[in-house]
């Protein structure tokens, strides 16, 4: 694949950087072994002087029958006061576009002809403003009388910029601040040429193009293990950079040793690094004892190796302040690591945060051993009525008999919330309103309830991060990722008290008043074990969760797999979700789960009862919808497979293929609609009906392996049950059960 064109395609030289071309990024989104590509755009051509410079003589003299030739002109062919590079549209422009084509068509190539991408501009209403007048119309004319493939990228990078707006598309362009790249010492302002970011959204969408057109060349696009889904489908996250200067907080006073309490010195740090435009705070090697932490815009909080970042475990060092748990706004203690409506911040290195989650977290006595047990009486604190729960202090233990305590809603302000204090733990870290968030190598430790709490954020890297709580810390998820746009998190490791990897979006109504989703995220190479979930959505997700792509994940001893839970009241949408290659040991409950009950009495009632009633659908009605599972395999847990959806809103359209699970039991599905297991085997300890359906309809079994001790392979209950398609799937070699209530004639043999 040739490419010709000006600087928005063009290969940049090293010193160029962070400015790229999106012929750059296109060999990312196709099989590079059997497509060569050869970029031959140069900074500030046009039509007439790519040709009268020379270029267009080294490239076609290379065309072979068969290559594809990509031509993007139009940026400098509208340059009036440069008689070297204009070409008025309807004509010089028009007659060069034509001449290429007819050369190529010569030489047996295939010339494709792109309008020009646009630049990013904006009125002051936030309405877009085009500036390339009449150069896309002649290329779409063009491609009409020449007959040649058209990618109409004017159109597509419009739809893009428009859907973006004009705060969330600056990133794809050079708007720099200065001293961060050499070249650019000076801030810069520069909506035609790309950053990488930029270059890759735009690549992706010639990328969508090539496909939509049908070219040959499209059975070379990158397929990704996700189903049906190509490598330009995937978000594309727009990561920091930060200047070198660096600011040791030894400069600012502060001392090792776990004595000196450091907390002003290190926001002083902070503070001073972000008045000077940005750069690295530095916690060197050592104990560095400290209350709570402000990041700060264009800051990199870095923990050289060796450096213990250990929180204060003096509950009165955390001012109360207005926050959000669990999705709804509350009064909580300051996170001991907080940062608001900030852009371009990190945390990095290999040090380790530790943030005294001891001093704040009750604990049941049969979590620990006696001398354990003995120990932490001996610390302080109180007991509860039956003595077998601790608390930290006796505002705690107050906190615990409350209904909704700390909820603004419920009626708390910061003099009611005072009298619980303790019990309003804090999240370690506390992100809201970030954009472009780099969390890179550290150990977070000892959370006193969440671990990583990132809140209406966009574009967040979260990568190569151990986070390492008690068996028994309540609440004490690993990663909480909220109302949070574009995602990455990647080769990280969580060892948690409760879920390890968490996708929400708000509780409620409050939630669904705030419709925010959780959106465009990639999990990625983590491993979790011990955890309440693995990976888990909910159940606090009102606003909606959509577009996620999970992979190549390991879940060792969580309690469940992968496990989604909501319950009615919550409403919002679960949807388009994508898992692939996922590896399971010793899980004590479900690999997979579907809950649509979460907490509630219902779901035991509904188990029951096979006849269930029906509740109104209304807002407050959640919703799973579309998730697409392949490549699991799981060796050790109680149930492979479990759904529970409700009459009113059954779990649709769920596929999962291509995995093997060895458990006690197999397959459940309640109140399920367009289910799939295709090339799956369920091997199962239990002598219990491999596959159990209660009032679910269009569930197919494609090619499903049942072995072990289950008496029979299928059991059939509600008169709800129907359509039940089996393909290669020999059932009455074991057997069906079926109940009294259900239709006659469901099972659909191919």
């Known amino acids: 694949m040739f490419l010709a064109g000006d600087s928005t395609i063009a290969q940049k030289k090293v010193l160029d950087a962070p400015e790229t071309g999106w012929g750059m990024s296109i060999p990312l989104f196709f099989d590079t072994t059997a497509v060569r590509f050869e970029n031959h755009a140069v900074n500030g051509r046009s039509t007439k002087s790519f040709r009268t410079l020379g270029h267009w003589d080294v490239l076609i003299a290379r065309v072979r029958p068969g290559d594809y030739v990509f031509l993007q002109f139009g940026h400098n062919d509208a340059k009036v006061e440069d008689t070297t590079r204009y070409a008025p549209a309807q004509t010089a422009y028009r007659d060069n576009l034509t001449?290429?084509?007819?050369?190529?068509?010569?030489?047996?190539?295939?010339?494709?002809?792109?309008?020009?991408?646009?630049?990013?501009?904006?009125?002051?209403?936030?309405?877009?403003?085009?500036?390339?007048?009449?150069?896309?119309?002649?290329?779409?004319?063009?491609?009409?009388?020449?007959?040649?493939?058209?990618?109409?990228?004017?159109?597509?990078?419009?739809?893009?910029?428009?859907?973006?707006?004009?705060?969330?598309?600056?990133?794809?362009?050079?708007?720099?601040?200065?001293?961060?790249?050499?070249?650019?010492?000076?801030?810069?302002?520069?909506?035609?040429?790309?950053?990488?970011?930029?270059?890759?959204?735009?690549?992706?969408?010639?990328?969508?193009?090539?496909?939509?057109?049908?070219?040959?060349?499209?059975?070379?696009?990158?397929?990704?293990?996700?189903?049906?889904?190509?490598?330009?489908?995937?978000?594309?996250?727009?990561?920091?950079?930060?200047?070198?200067?660096?600011?040791?907080?030894?400069?600012?006073?502060?001392?090792?040793?776990?004595?000196?309490?450091?907390?002003?010195?290190?926001?002083?740090?902070?503070?001073?690094?972000?008045?000077?435009?940005?750069?690295?705070?530095?916690?060197?090697?050592?104990?560095?004892?400290?209350?709570?932490?402000?990041?700060?815009?264009?800051?990199?909080?870095?923990?050289?190796?060796?450096?213990?970042?250990?929180?204060?475990?003096?509950?009165?060092?955390?001012?109360?302040?207005?926050?959000?748990?669990?999705?709804?706004?509350?009064?909580?203690?300051?996170?001991?690591?907080?940062?608001?409506?900030?852009?371009?911040?990190?945390?990095?290195?290999?040090?380790?945060?530790?943030?005294?989650?001891?001093?704040?977290?009750?604990?049941?006595?049969?979590?620990?051993?006696?001398?354990?047990?003995?120990?932490?009486?001996?610390?302080?604190?109180?007991?509860?009525?039956?003595?077998?729960?601790?608390?930290?202090?006796?505002?705690?233990?107050?906190?615990?008999?409350?209904?909704?305590?700390?909820?603004?809603?419920?009626?708390?302000?910061?003099?009611?919330?005072?009298?619980?204090?303790?019990?309003?733990?804090?999240?370690?870290?506390?992100?809201?309103?970030?954009?472009?968030?780099?969390?890179?190598?550290?150990?977070?430790?000892?959370?006193?309830?969440?671990?990583?709490?990132?809140?209406?954020?966009?574009?967040?890297?979260?990568?190569?991060?151990?986070?390492?709580?008690?068996?028994?810390?309540?609440?004490?998820?690993?990663?909480?990722?909220?109302?949070?746009?574009?995602?990455?998190?990647?080769?990280?490791?969580?060892?948690?008290?409760?879920?390890?990897?968490?996708?929400?979006?708000?509780?409620?109504?409050?939630?669904?008043?705030?419709?925010?989703?959780?959106?465009d995220g990639i999990v990625q190479g983590c491993s979790v074990y011990k955890a309440h979930g693995g990976f888990v959505i909910g159940s606090e997700m009102s606003g909606g969760v959509r577009n996620l792509y999970i992979s190549g994940c390991t879940f060792m001893g969580s309690d469940i797999g992968l496990r989604f839970k909501t319950t009615r009241g919550r409403g919002g949408a679960v949807e388009d979700i994508y898992i692939s290659d996922i590896n399971m040991t010793d899980i004590p409950a479900e690999a997979i789960l579907f809950d649509m009950y979460y907490n509630g009495k219902e779901a035991a009632e509904a188990l029951k009862n096979p006849e269930p009633k029906k509740m109104p659908v209304t807002e407050e009605t959640p919703v799973f919808r579309r998730f697409f599972i392949r490549n699991v395999a799981c060796r050790g847990a109680e149930h492979a497979v479990f759904i529970q959806g409700i009459p009113e809103m059954n779990v649709q359209d769920i596929r999962i293929e291509n995995s093997i699970f060895r458990t006690k039991h197999g397959f459940f599905c309640m109140e399920g609609n367009g289910i799939t297991l295709k090339n799956c085997v369920l091997e199962t300890s239990s002598t219990e009906p491999a596959i159990s359906i209660l009032n679910s309809r269009n569930l197919t079994l494609d090619h499903v392996q049942i072995s072990g001790n289950a008496a029979k392979a299928l059991k059939i209950e509600g008169s709800q049950t129907g359509a039940i398609h089996l393909h290669d799937t020999d059932v009455e070699t074991r057997g069906i059960e079926t109940g009294a209530t259900v239709q006659k004639g469901i099972l659909i043999k191919k």
């Open 99 to 519: 001449r290429f084509i007819t050369e190529i068509r010569a030489k047996g190539g295939q010339p494709v002809l792109l309008t020009p991408v646009v630049r990013r501009s904006f009125d002051e209403a936030g309405h877009f403003v085009d500036k390339h007048g009449d150069y896309p119309s002649v290329v779409r004319e063009v491609a009409a009388a020449q007959k040649v493939p058209l990618i109409d990228l004017w159109a597509k990078s419009k739809a893009l910029l428009e859907k973006m707006g004009e705060a969330d598309s600056k990133p794809m362009f050079m708007n720099l601040r200065g001293g961060i790249y050499p070249k650019f010492p000076e801030d810069k302002v520069d909506n035609t040429h790309f950053t990488p970011y930029g270059a890759a959204l735009v690549a992706g969408l010639v990328a969508e193009g090539i496909r939509e057109l049908e070219l040959p060349i499209r059975s070379f696009l990158k397929q990704t293990e996700f189903l049906e889904k190509y490598a330009y489908e995937l978000p594309q996250i727009s990561v920091p950079d930060f200047k070198k200067d660096t600011f040791d907080i030894r400069e600012f006073g502060a001392q090792a040793g776990g004595i000196a309490l450091n907390t002003i010195a290190i926001n002083q740090a902070i503070d001073t690094c972000h008045a000077r435009g940005g750069g690295v705070v530095l916690i060197p090697a050592g104990l560095w004892l400290t209350g709570p932490v402000t990041l700060r815009s264009y800051v990199n909080l870095h923990l050289e190796k060796g450096a213990l970042l250990q929180f204060s475990n003096d509950p009165e060092q955390y001012p109360l302040v207005r926050s959000n748990w669990e999705g709804q706004e509350a009064i909580r203690n300051q996170a001991p690591l907080t940062g608001e409506n900030l852009e371009d911040v990190a945390i990095t290195g290999a040090g380790i945060i530790d943030g005294a989650g001891l001093a704040w977290r009750p604990l049941q006595r049969s979590k620990v051993t006696e001398k354990e047990w003995q120990t932490l009486l001996a610390s302080g604190g109180v007991l509860n009525e039956t003595q077998d729960v601790w608390y930290p202090s006796a505002r705690a233990l107050k906190g615990s008999k409350m209904q909704r305590p700390g909820m603004i809603a419920a009626g708390f302000d910061e003099a009611k919330a005072l009298e619980i204090k303790e019990f309003l733990r804090p999240n370690l870290l506390r992100l809201t309103g970030c954009t472009r968030v780099l969390i890179d190598g550290p150990t977070f430790q000892n959370s006193p309830a969440w671990t990583l709490h990132v809140l209406l954020c966009k574009h967040v890297t979260v990568k190569n991060v151990l986070v390492k709580n008690p068996a028994f810390a309540q609440n004490g998820d690993g990663i909480d990722l909220e109302s949070t746009h574009f995602f990455r998190v990647e080769n990280c490791v969580f060892d948690t008290g409760d879920d390890g990897i968490c996708i929400k979006s708000g509780r409620n109504e409050e939630g669904r008043k705030r419709g925010i989703p959780s959106s």
